[in-house]
């Protein structure tokens, strides 16, 4: 019988590959990420664009809602056309170039710096996902952890990022926290060329190409999109174009609603699916559904909670002041310091032939996101008497909001790897995306109703958010009592050489 490839803790050789692609490509995102709003707000003469923040936020909200969007044309991309390797290979030089061009002190380069930062990440971020999966058969019971590994790498990058960029942008400016991107981005693509050989054939050619004519059509369709979308710049740069970045998010958060729907619908209706990669998509569905319901509570992280912190936290030890921006990275320390737990015990379960269903999961995941604002509540509620509340509240809901995330977001990564069928990996980790896309922005509009003069009204939001997050975790619950027998249908696929311990 087949020998399981270990060489990576345990996992496929290709896991190395992957797991440090997108930690250098998490450490370009979450660094440059980490300045954005606050190199929009800054003066001219603090080298900022003097953009109110309401303009400034809103740009923030369609920058990442927009980078989770190009997902879904990024997956269908690698399916029909390029493969994901070479996807996620371009999708990486896209990004650097963008990070290259956003380190040029001028307006028009910040712009088309993000918008290239978007186009590559839409490459790059939903393959270099499904490619994860795809390192293991559909018997494998090392798919959960192997995921959780690679989220773990995401993390370490987000840390390698904030630290980084913003050191460089405090001792030397903006524009180096920008380079230090690019140079993340050069570090991962370096090593991703060096290490591509141990991807063996796992993403090297699309699994359902499209015809010659069809490819050709394709090529023109993006062909077209391209010279759309630099002319849109152009006359928005030279102000032919006016855009309020204001309105228009509102209509994107919807308009992403609307897209996730039509295209999940638009497979059942179209993609020729059997019955059981049907019931398939449909317990996927349920993942999804929990996924957005996730991010949106969790993604208070950077707006909320962050100012929770900033104005109602006693942030002083001794003499010393805690800086705001602190308490955000506590989420990726607990998630790196409970990864190995995490990833040990799903392999652990499964050996005593205990597999919790995808959807009891994120259930999970869900009830313990939920319980974390019941202690922002109390903390809030804490706060409204006026005085600042002690550090360890905020300590204690990063750290159960990271717990709920190892449930959920690694696991969905494994669910949507092993739902879907194989021939559209690619786009079904898009669709996957979206989720992260409509959860950001609608956090962004929660967060809107939020203001840290108010601590009462803070209170009852996060109330409502502990109300929602409980009654959609229970109802995810139930349904997946339903789902599990759906799920299990991905096991039947014909796996030759599949080894059991
Ligand atoms: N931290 C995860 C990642 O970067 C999830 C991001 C998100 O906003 N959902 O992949």
Redesign the pocket.
């Known amino acids: 019988s087949q020998q399981k490839d270990t060489s990576f803790f345990g996992h496929p050789a290709g896991l190395q590959t992957l797991f440090f692609t997108e930690m250098w490509e998490?450490m370009s995102?979450y660094g440059m990420r980490a300045l954005l709003v606050l190199f929009m707000t800054a003066s001219l003469q603090e080298g900022g664009l003097a953009i109110t923040v309401a303009a400034a936020t809103a740009i923030y909200g369609l920058y990442t809602g927009a980078v989770y969007f190009m997902g879904l044309p990024g997956g269908w991309i690698a399916d029909r056309l390029v493969g994901a390797q070479k996807a996620t290979w371009y999708g990486g030089i896209i990004i650097m170039s963008g990070h290259i061009v956003l380190a040029i002190p001028s307006v028009a380069s910040f712009y088309i710096g993000m918008i290239l930062v978007v186009l590559g990440t839409g490459l790059l971020k939903p393959n270099i996902s499904a490619m994860v999966g795809d390192l293991y058969d559909s018997k494998d019971s090392r798919r959960d952890s192997g995921y959780t590994l690679y989220?773990m790498g995401?993390?370490i990058g987000?840390i390698i990022g904030y630290f980084v960029t913003g050191y460089l942008q405090t001792s030397v400016g903006w524009h180096w926290g920008f380079g230090a991107a690019a140079v993340g981005m050069f570090l991962g693509l370096v090593q991703y060329k060096m290490t591509q050989p141990k991807l063996r054939g796992v993403g090297a050619k699309p699994p359902k190409p499209l015809s010659a004519g069809g490819a050709k059509v394709s090529w023109t369709v993006i062909a077209a999109f391209l010279l759309g979308l630099v002319i849109v710049t152009y006359s928005a740069l030279t102000g032919a174009l006016v855009i309020d970045p204001v309105a228009i998010a509102k209509y994107v958060a919807i308009s992403i609603t609307i897209v996730f729907f039509a295209y999940y619908i638009g497979i059942f209706l179209f993609a020729k699916l059997s019955r059981d990669e049907m019931k398939r998509l449909g317990a996927l569905f349920l993942i999804c559904v929990a996924s957005t319901c996730f991010?949106a509570g969790f993604?208070q992280a950077g707006s909320s909670f962050n100012l929770f912190a900033r104005d109602l936290t006693d942030r002083m030890i001794g003499s010393f002041e805690i800086p705001t921006t602190w308490f955000q990275s506590l989420n990726s320390i607990f998630l790196i310091t409970l990864s190995p737990f995490f990833a040990a015990l799903w392999i652990n379960l499964s050996k005593r032939m205990i597999n919790p269903s995808y959807g009891f999961k994120t259930a999970l995941g869900l009830v313990i996101m939920a319980t974390g604002f019941i202690v922002m509540f109390f903390a809030a509620q804490a706060a409204a008497s006026g005085l600042k509340v002690a550090p360890y509240w905020l300590v204690t809901v990063y750290f159960l909001h990271t717990v709920g995330e190892l449930c959920l977001?690694p696991v969905a990564l494994s669910a949507v790897s092993k739902l879907s069928p194989k021939r559209m990996a690619g786009q079904m980790m898009g669709v996957f995306v979206l989720t992260?896309s409509i959860?950001?922005v609608v956090a962004g509009l929660l967060a809107g109703n939020m203001n840290p003069d108010n601590p009462a009204v803070m209170a009852d939001l996060f109330l409502q958010i502990t109300y929602f997050g409980l009654a959609v975790g229970v109802v995810v619950f139930l349904i997946a009592l339903k789902t599990r027998k759906w799920e299990a249908l991905a096991e039947k696929d014909d796996m030759p050489g599949a080894v059991i311990d």
């Open positions: 998490r995102y989220y995401i993390n987000a991010w993604e977001s992260y959860g950001n």
